[in-house]
């Protein structure tokens, strides 16, 4: 069975950096896509970014605006969220999910929570301004 652990999350000021961290376990991942999601209270799940495992292919919301990067480290089944210039509109539970994906490209039907079958606990991250 899949496992999905986040962490990383926190408090942090307007204009800082959090990295977050998905642990993954249960299967090989080398044919699956791992993304991130965010949910704000009172908001719908949205799409943040997603990477594929088998080659790093990665994708983007539009509102990152270069600000988050994802990565994953293979040897350590382990996808990360590098989130630079964080805004209070960042304020959410940030979510990663996971599912088998033999393409290398990552078409917009995979911007969608409902795709993916796996998820993690979450992880609060909270910007002040």
């Known amino acids: 069975q899949v496992q999905l652990v986040e962490s990383g999350g926190g408090l942090v000021q307007a204009g800082g950096s959090l990295r977050l961290s998905c642990a993954a376990s249960?299967?090989?991942?080398?044919?699956?896509?791992m993304g991130w999601f965010r949910q704000a209270p009172g908001k719908e799940r949205e799409f943040v970014a997603a990477?594929?495992?088998?080659?790093?292919?990665?994708v983007y919301a539009d509102f990152m605006k270069g600000r988050f990067t994802i990565s994953r480290d293979n040897a350590k089944n382990t996808m990360y969220l590098q989130m630079n210039s964080l805004e209070p509109e960042d304020t959410a539970v940030y979510y990663c999910?996971?599912?088998?994906?033999?393409?290398?490209?990552?078409?917009?039907?995979?911007?969608?929570?409902?795709?993916?079958?796996?998820w993690g606990q979450g992880t609060q991250v909270t910007v002040s301004s």
């Open positions: 990477v594929s495992w088998s080659d790093g292919n990665t």
């Open positions: 249960g299967r090989t991942f080398s044919n699956y896509v």
């Open positions: 999910a996971a599912r088998y994906y033999s393409g290398s490209l990552i078409s917009p039907p995979l911007f969608s929570e409902y795709e993916y079958d796996y």
